[in-house]
């Protein structure tokens, strides 16, 4: 069975400095990854997915993460925070050629101080 | 391109009374998902629909809740009766499902916040 640990519930950072978002996941098959960004009252929005090409991958906004199969790891990272980086953030696994269905973490809230 | 769109963005009702969602996936996908969001979680899938079939609803409370995709484009989700329990974001997404490409992105619409009073 598939399952995303995101390990931080919370994370705060100061505005230009670095961001890290971590998640470790549990899958049977080969994986599929993503990151979402969810803004308040705003949808779900992608940030960036791996399926199985390189394993650094770059999303929009900076945003960019790293597969790491033996950690069974998906870090989010960014170099220089924004505020406007101030959102929920979730790591969601699909298993690859099974039907596309999303398992979601709990979820990590990301605060951005001046 | 529009996104996803969902109506109501907000219900406010009391316990016992019905309630629905809509949802306007974007032009061309063809598959649909429903998910619930509770407060401090992640969302978590209620139905999938692939064209008009419902092809994934085992985590569909079937006793109160029912969905419909009529012509394989809108989609409604009903509660009835509403419980103080469901109060919780109900978002819509759609995707593309071109045979085996499952890891098709899904998007999301901004949710509908259910209150049960």
């Known amino acids: 069975a598939q399952s995303v640990t995101q390990l931080d519930s919370h994370v705060s950072v100061s505005e230009g400095t670095p961001v890290l978002l971590r998640c470790n996941y549990s899958?049977?098959?080969?994986?599929?990854l993503f990151w979402y960004v969810q803004h308040p009252n705003k949808g779900l929005q992608l940030l960036l997915k791996?399926?199985?090409?390189?394993?650094l991958v770059k999303g929009i906004n900076g945003f960019e993460a790293e597969f790491k199969k033996s950690e069974t790891s998906f870090h989010l990272t960014k170099p220089s925070a924004h505020m406007s980086d101030a959102a929920e953030y979730f790591c969601?696994?699909?298993?690859?050629?099974?039907?596309?269905?999303?398992?979601f973490g709990a979820g990590t809230r990301l605060a951005v101080h001046p | 391109e529009a996104g996803v769109v969902q109506s109501p963005r907000y219900k406010i009702i009391e316990k016992k009374q019905p309630v629905a969602f809509w949802c306007n996936p974007i032009?061309?996908?063809?598959?649909l998902y429903w998910y619930l969001q509770n407060l401090g979680q992640g969302p978590e899938l209620l139905i999938r629909?692939?064209?008009?079939?419902?092809?994934?609803d085992s985590q569909l409370p079937k006793d109160r809740f029912s969905a419909e995709r009529l012509k394989g484009v809108d989609s409604t989700l009903k509660i009835q009766p509403a419980e103080l329990g469901d109060s919780a974001v109900y978002l819509c997404?759609?995707?593309?499902?071109?045979?085996?490409?499952?890891?098709?992105?899904?998007?999301f619409g901004p949710g509908t916040r259910l209150t049960v009073l």
């Open positions: 997404a759609s995707s593309y499902s071109g045979g085996r490409g499952y890891t098709d992105t899904q998007y």
């Open positions: 899958s049977s098959y080969s994986p599929s």
């Open positions: 791996y399926t199985s090409a390189a394993t």
């Open positions: 969601v696994v699909s298993e690859a050629g099974g039907y596309n269905k999303l398992i």
């Open positions: 032009s061309g996908h063809n598959t």
């Open positions: 629909y692939e064209n008009e079939e419902a092809v994934d």
